[in-house]
């Protein structure tokens, strides 16, 4: 999910103004989970919500070392496709790696409850980022044209035309279907960060990745996690453990 473009869900109508959501269900996955596992899942239950079936969801997981490839990857950009094993994924974006220490938080929200206004959606999803990382005194920041949550690196040398370094934190990368959204965002608490070097991440060059731990902040996935729910809340409403069975 390598950033905040967005491929468009199937219907297009909009909906009128609706009741205030139940609570969000919150479930985090120990563990590795397998990518297509994960895709598998988010699209069921994406399907469950839409007929009425099941709550909102927000799941959180790390994967295995994986490349994926959004709706508008470009092959040139995966610069060593024999490293890991690349995923085609109908998200929004180009190439982005995940892999252990990087938590990815998969977001299946009904827009329909929620209004249909894609653009103020993903803008909540960057504020729920931003809104973590402020947690731990980071100031996360959204430059236009630059897709991705961006940290700013005075503390490193400027690019070679002089401009400031700034290093990318975390992606946002969304898909609906019937207004309901899945995939979702990823930040990294301490990823190897040698594992990008085999893609052109989101098609940007030039600058740089970082994370929690990169950055001196002795960040744990359990940290991040109540943070993330915090600032959610603060932001979609209340959320409620999943059962074991969710």
């Not at 205030?20 to 399907?47: F, H, K, N, S």
């Not at 982005?96 to 929620?114: F, S």
């Not at 960060?193 to 002795?218: A, N, R």
Request: charged letters at 25%; hydrophobic letters at 40%; a negative charge.
């Amino acid at each position: 999910m390598d950033d905040h473009q967005t491929a468009l869900p199937q219907d297009a109508a909009t909906s009128a103004t609706a009741p205030v959501p139940a609570p969000v269900a919150w479930d985090i996955t120990e563990g590795l989970t397998g990518y297509e596992d994960a895709v598998a899942r988010m699209e069921q239950r994406a399907a469950e919500i839409a007929e009425g079936r099941a709550p909102e969801l927000v799941w959180l997981v790390e994967h295995p070392p994986l490349y994926t490839a959004g709706t508008s990857a470009r092959d040139e950009d995966l610069t060593q496709p024999d490293r890991f094993p690349v995923h085609i994924s109908k998200r929004g974006g180009q190439y982005t790696y995940h892999g252990p220490g990087q938590r990815v938080a998969y977001v299946m929200l009904d827009l329909n409850r929620r209004g249909r206004d894609i653009r103020a959606f993903v803008e909540a999803l960057e504020g729920w980022v931003i809104d973590t990382l402020a947690e731990f005194n980071l100031r996360g920041e959204i430059r236009q044209g630059r897709v991705g949550v961006w940290i700013a690196r005075p503390d490193l040398p400027p690019l070679p035309d002089g401009t400031p370094r700034e290093d990318k934190i975390a992606a946002i990368g969304i898909r609906l279907r019937k207004w309901v959204s899945f995939h979702g965002i990823s930040i990294n608490v301490e990823p190897d960060l040698d594992h990008f070097g085999g893609i052109v991440p989101c098609g940007i060059s030039g600058h740089g990745v970082t994370s929690l731990v990169d950055l001196g902040l002795p960040v744990t996935l359990g940290d991040l996690d109540a943070a993330l729910r915090r600032s959610f809340e603060a932001r979609f409403g209340a959320t409620k453990d999943a059962p074991e069975t969710d």
